[in-house]
């Protein structure tokens, strides 16, 4: 059986969707918890039922949140700058984790969850493991050429909307200026 906690944290003036699923029989809490963190466009939701079927299955906390700008967290009212991964795994990550009484996790990430994990790991933060799926830890010439058809792409008229650019609806509409995952001036 597992206790869900839902709830937000307040960072620099946001609030930050989390869940935290126990468990609350064969509990070991000598056992650090594994933090998930999302990808480029998920949040809790995407994660569906696989944190408390870790939590069952290992006997320790999962604690998930949702980044700014994703799931029911704090909207972002600007694009992010090129190195708001950094901001995420030194002061965003550490601040959430310092909320929720977490010290030494087990930072479990995706793609850009993933790259915040092994920031946070570089910069002198205590994590007792890494699980990486899809870090960004290089560059691939396929990633390089599908970005620039991506942008190529987004000149093009769709639905009847003339030739509105869709990062720039993308943005308008979500309040993000990404697409694919890739910050607008990247």
């Not at 620099?12 to 509990?27: I, T, W």
């Not at 990430?109 to 790259?115: E, F, I, R, V, Y």
Request: hydrophobic share 40%; glycine share 10%; proline share 5%.
């Amino acid at each position: 059986m597992i206790e869900t906690t839902r709830g937000f944290v307040r960072v620099d003036g946001d609030d930050l969707e989390f869940v935290r699923h126990s468990p609350v029989e064969g509990r070991q809490d000598s056992l650090s918890p594994f933090v998930m963190l999302h990808e480029g466009l998920g949040s809790i939701a995407l994660w569906k039922k696989f944190p408390e079927e870790l939590a069952e299955y290992f006997g320790r906390d999962v604690i998930a949140y949702s980044r700014k700008g994703y799931g029911q967290s704090t909207p972002i009212s600007q694009s992010r700058d090129v190195d708001y991964m950094h901001r995420e795994a030194q002061e965003i990550l550490p601040a959430v984790l310092d909320h929720l009484d977490v010290t030494s996790p087990i930072l479990l990430g995706h793609s850009d969850g993933a790259s915040i994990a092994l920031i946070f790991s570089g910069s002198g933060h205590t994590a007792n493991g890494l699980i990486l799926m899809a870090p960004h830890v290089f560059v691939e010439t396929l990633t390089v050429r599908s970005i620039e058809e991506a942008k190529k792409l987004s000149k093009i008229p769709i639905c009847g909307l003339g030739s509105q650019n869709i990062m720039e609806m993308w943005t308008r509409l979500f309040g993000v200026g990404m697409i694919f995952g890739y910050p607008k001036n990247f």
